[in-house]
Structures are given as C-alpha cells and as structure tokens.
C-alpha cells in the first residue's frame, strides 16, 4: 500500500470521533471488542484512497 490518501474535513472528523469511541472502550476495558469500530475507520481511509485514484484517473483524462 502507498501513502495515506488527503483527507477531507469530514472524514478527519468522523476518523476523530471513531478514535475516541475506542478510547473511550479501551479505558471501559482491554477486552471490550473493537472490531465494529476499527472496521468503519479502514472503510473511512479505503474510500478515501477510492476517491484519490477516481480523481487522479479524472485529472489524466483532461489532459
């Protein structure tokens, strides 16, 4: 995998929230599943990268 993708002001904020909703379980417990949550935030970054080759295919069929 390459780099991280540009995040909009959207996604860091849900990415934000998602990472203190673990925090918030992990202080609860170490053994409290985390899964639900990890899985919304890959999802958040995978469309993200999504987003960044749809736009870099746009940007070189302008050209």
């Not at 053994?31 to 990268?49: C, N, P, S, W």
């Amino acid at each position: 995998m390459g780099q991280d993708p540009k995040f909009t002001a959207g996604e860091i904020t849900r990415m934000a929230w998602l990472t203190a909703r673990m925090a918030k379980r992990g202080i609860a417990s170490q053994t409290v599943y985390q899964g639900d949550l990890e899985r919304k935030f890959t999802r958040i970054v995978d469309g993200a990268r999504e987003r960044e080759e749809k736009n870099a295919k746009d940007s070189r069929n302008r050209n």
